[in-house]
């Protein structure tokens, strides 16, 4: 299985785009107000500084996983520890993103179809292309998807250039202050940090050495992007009603009209939406799968798919309702532990520690 640079890059940018778009604005808004486009370029530089912490470590051994570069820097034990904390966060954001796919389309198109149909739907494609494609199929069908959701966002944005009213974007800082602004920066951070499982993707690229630019670029094009986003949400909805909503993007296209012809843009949102969930659940149930098969030691990572799927797919029905699915999940746990932990402290403790051990060993 081998994905080339440029795979490597559709799949980080999609994994970022497209939920940050959906999910992260609601929380950005209520904290930081009209500033919550400020917060976003905090939220930029907090996922660029993850990007580069994540290129440096695999950098260090760049033909191993994660799985395996953890316990060669740590020791096989507290490896293993570093290890279990991330299968955490893989086995968890699976159920939580076909939870919150399944009552997004429940809400906007399908309000009288079971969750269980959406859920095992989308689970049996998301198998297939897994099972049958592994990493390299998931990059080649990146590859395609990534510059049609890429065209969609910027149809939607000029489409409601009309809409602006750029008193919308005032006062600047006198409504928020830099705590506000900060703690605006997190949710959208967390979801634009998804740099940080590139240390499972790339042993697979054609030259693991080279695929630094373009996990650095994936993240700064999907930052600007989701930035360019929040200016036209405040200046088209405004502040006091997006931060009423949970879904502020997909409320912004249903104003867009064109010359009174065009209305109602909200599918493009939709398919955004279901494009960038297919992709980040392939991508997570490949890690999680192939991620498995080696700290367990099982020769064919394939086999593992058959026991997750299942697990993953009963979970996906304990939260209660969309409250409990997103914002309960992204406050108590995405935000407060897998950002500061997962994707900056333990790998900047492993980059510490592998160039320590590096220098010792002088090579």
């Known amino acids: 299985m081998k994905v080339s640079g440029i795979q490597a890059f559709w799949m980080i940018t999609i994994m970022d785009i497209g939920m940050t778009l959906l999910m992260t604005f609601t929380p950005g808004l209520q904290a930081a107000k009209q500033d919550a486009w400020v917060s976003l370029l905090v939220a930029g ?5 993850i990007a580069v912490i994540t290129t440096k470590l695999v950098l260090l051994h760049p033909e191993q996983t994660f799985i395996q570069f953890s316990q060669t820097i740590m020791g096989k034990w507290l490896g293993k520890i570093v290890v279990v904390v991330y299968f955490v966060q893989w086995y968890t954001i699976i159920p939580i993103v076909l939870r919150q796919l399944t009552d997004l389309l429940q809400v906007l198109l399908l309000p009288k179809t079971p969750s269980i149909y959406i859920i095992l739907v989308m689970v049996l494609i998301v198998i297939y292309v897994t099972y049958s494609g592994g990493i390299d199929g998931i990059g080649r069908v990146s590859e395609i998807l990534g510059p049609l959701i890429f065209l969609m966002v910027l149809l939607v944005l000029i489409s409601s250039v ?3 009213q750029w008193k919308r974007l005032m006062p600047f800082y006198a409504d928020s202050g830099m705590a506000a602004i900060v703690k605006g920066s997190l949710p959208s951070a967390s979801y634009l940090g998804h740099a940080v ?9 054609f030259t693991p050495r080279k695929g630094s630019p373009y996990v650095i670029w994936a993240v700064a094009i999907a930052s600007f992007f989701v930035l360019l986003s929040i ?4 200046l088209t909805v405004g502040v006091n009603l997006s931060s009423k909503m949970w879904y502020p993007f997909f409320e912004m296209t249903k104003k867009i009209s064109i010359f009174g012809f065009i209305e109602n843009l ?27 098969a080696q700290f367990l ?10 026991f997750i799927a299942p697990v993953v797919t009963a979970f996906a029905f304990f939260p209660q309702n969309v409250s409990e699915a997103t914002g309960n999940y992204l406050n108590n746990y995405w935000v407060p532990f897998v950002l500061p932990v997962n994707m900056i402290g333990l790998p900047l403790l492993l980059l510490i520690v592998g160039k ?3 220098k010792n060993s002088g090579y």
């Open 197 to 205: 499982e590139f240390f499972m993707i790339s042993p697979f690229l």
């Open 297 to 306: 030691q099982v020769q064919n990572w394939k086999n593992m798919i058959w």
């Open 45 to 49: 530089g907090i996922a660029l500084l």
């Open 162 to 164: 009309p809409n602006i």
């Open 266 to 292: 909200d599918a493009l949102a939709v398919v955004i939406w279901i494009a960038s969930v297919f992709v980040k659940l392939s991508i997570y149930l490949f890690i999680a799968s192939y991620g498995t």
């Open 356 to 358: 320590i051990r590096q």
């Open 231 to 234: 200016i036209m949400v405040i």
